[in-house]
């Protein structure tokens, strides 16, 4: 990678930063693609985080950010345009400078984790899925299910958090039901952790395994490398269940589209293997 | 060179971007002495530079600026610290955050001159300067030879900014004259020229290279490969004249270390010939 006074400049934006893997999974994906852009982090603290953005999509040549904890849902006030996911779940992902000078946010974990259910094989249409967690991801999930034809949307979370994105998704929902919801999954085909537990190693799963049914698909958003409490049960079990892995694999064309980099993001769709061995790199 | 959460970010800033070269000098400067930083052009108006530099200098992870036209004067009033030629010069190549969140600036376009000075064996001490040309890189210049112990600096420009610069510098000068000049450089051991005079192909010598002294050195601060018409009636009347080049690659241990990254200055300084190459292969 050549970085020149015309490479063009993407940001990834949290507070910590550290940890983020944007900047090693896209920097060789522009490189290998031959966009002339590069991707570098920025730790910002939450409250300068409007006036941050404001100025450096000011600048000519800083194309668009990438967000992540804790400025997913604070950005929003900042912006002219948010896609459909963005506003049903109040968060974005990233956000452009248009031509016209217009800001725009993104918000791809939905997307991502809808496509990530096709590569699993598992067919929405008609379903019962309860998602546990509805935070930035898992509100991100939610709204993208909507669009999957499920029977039965439920969602679970302390306190009123999953009665009140129930209700605010509730009329976008076309034919599905969505309804708050305890933590049982028994009799549901599709559940999802997207709760932070599971992090901590002496964390007890989000479900009860025990209580799962047998051909439920079990999704765990969380990045474990040695699999959550949650994900090795079901191993137990012989239930079909996924790491968030995938969920982030998927989301990468929609990224470079977001930013105008329509062909290299053909060229990555047509082959996400070279995504997944940069994030097996991680 | 990769790019990862916890890299530290440097920008440089102008208006236009396009042309700057720090990016290709300093990132594989980086790689090759193990600093994990990258260098990044930003395109800022010149109406935003204040606000932009506040900002981004308050994330916790961008700690430096590097700054071209038109920012080099426009930084000094949000700066807690200048060091001696930015306050005489009124303008700065780079800024920093400290530790303590105080902002401060440097300037080294003329310790950078001054160093080449030395590499051309040109020996500054009771000798008569010319200096053509007193905008941002002839008033660095200018004030650095401050220090070199001139018997006569001469300063030549249009209207009052020669005289301006001239009264403003008197106090400062040890045992060297300061004073403004008409262009004629007869007489003098130093002729520099920091005008944009040899930019465009038919722009005539900012001097008239036939009042040149034969035994005069001369300096033509302009970076073009082919030489500027000032440079060429210099070689066909044999007289010793030195193009910039030589001036920037001076000043890049200067950079290194006012970021702090001083063990990578040490050994840039102590072998400039890679730097050098980067430079010539731009």
Chains 1, 2 share one sequence.
Request: net charge negative.
């Amino acid at each position: 990678m050549q970085i020149t006074g015309t490479t063009r400049v993407f940001m990834v934006l949290g507070d910590p930063v550290s940890q983020v893997q944007a900047p090693q999974l896209f920097n060789p994906l522009f490189e290998r693609h031959g966009v002339d852009a590069v991707l570098v982090p920025a730790q910002v603290p939450r409250e300068r985080c409007r006036a941050f953005c404001g100025e450096v999509l000011a600048a000519g040549n800083i194309d668009g950010l990438w967000l992540t904890i804790p400025h997913k849902p604070l950005l929003l006030p900042l912006l002219d345009r948010l896609d459909r996911h963005a506003a049903l779940a109040q968060a974005v992902n990233a956000v452009r400078r248009n031509a016209d000078g217009s800001l725009e946010g993104a918000l791809f974990d939905g997307t991502g984790f809808a496509q990530a259910l096709r590569q699993f094989g598992f067919e929405a249409r008609g379903r019962r899925a309860l998602l546990v967690g509805v935070g930035g991801a898992g509100a991100a999930i939610a709204a993208a299910l909507l669009d999957e034809g499920l029977d039965l949307l439920a969602l679970a979370d302390l306190g009123e958090r999953a009665r009140e994105l129930a209700h605010a998704l509730a009329p976008h929902a076309a034919g599905t039901r969505v309804e708050a919801a305890g933590i049982d999954p028994a009799g549901f085909d599709l559940v999802i952790n997207a709760t932070p537990l599971g992090l901590k190693p002496d964390d007890p799963p989000a479900v009860d395994p025990a209580r799962l049914d047998a051909g439920a698909t079990v999704v765990d958003i969380l990045m474990k490398p040695a699999g959550t409490s949650l994900l090795r049960a079901c191993a137990g079990r012989g239930i079909r269940a996924f790491p968030g892995f995938e969920m982030l694999v998927q989301q990468v064309p929609d990224y470079l589209d977001f930013f105008g980099l329509h062909d290299a993001a053909r060229a990555v769709e047509a082959d996400l293997s070279p995504v997944r061995a940069l994030l097996h790199a991680k």
